[in-house]
């Protein structure tokens, strides 16, 4: 009778965990649109501000483009962030070789042929909470959600 118990509740962690996912990678990727449509902005601006005052030469071009630059800087490294956070939830792993994805238990890459064992070795999979189903980042000894010791 325990042994049926804890398979459904497994099967309910399983599904959780599921559902969690695909909410998680749908806010992802809503926050992972928003910031190209940042960057996106940045370079029209970027871009008009330069065409506007190319012609000047009195203006000094590293200075008035900085704050610009910065911008566009953080904007990619948010789309890094998040695009490595869907990865990680649909447990993907980019080849080294040639950029493409493929499955985190894939051996080698389905494009190039590539070794993909350190690629495995350098990345930081979730965990998952035994008790209430909830994404365990990094070294965490408790849950976040239910406060069980993992």
Same mark, same amino acid.
């Given at each position: 009778m325990a042994s049926i118990l804890d398979k459904l509740t497994q099967s309910g962690y399983g599904a959780v965990r599921k559902i969690k996912d695909a909410t998680d990678t749908s806010r992802i990727k809503v926050l992972l649109a928003e910031e190209k449509e940042n960057l996106k902005a940045a370079y029209e601006v970027l871009g008009k501000y330069y065409? =506007?005052? *190319?012609?000047q030469e009195d203006v000094p071009q590293e200075e008035a483009c900085a704050a610009l630059i910065l911008q566009i800087g953080k904007n990619l490294e948010k789309i890094q962030k998040? =695009? /490595? /956070? *869907?990865r990680l939830i649909k447990r993907m792993i980019v080849c080294p070789s #040639? $950029?493409? =994805?493929a499955d985190y238990d894939s051996m080698f890459c389905g494009h190039c042929g590539a070794d993909l064992s350190a690629v495995k070795i350098t990345m930081d999979m979730s965990r998952y909470c035994s008790q209430c189903g909830e994404r365990l980042m990094g070294n965490a000894?408790? #849950?976040?959600? #239910? $406060?069980?010791k993992v």
């Open positions: 065409y =506007e005052n *190319i012609r998040y =695009e /490595e /956070e *869907i #040639c $950029g493409k =994805e000894t408790f #849950c976040p959600s #239910c $406060g069980q």
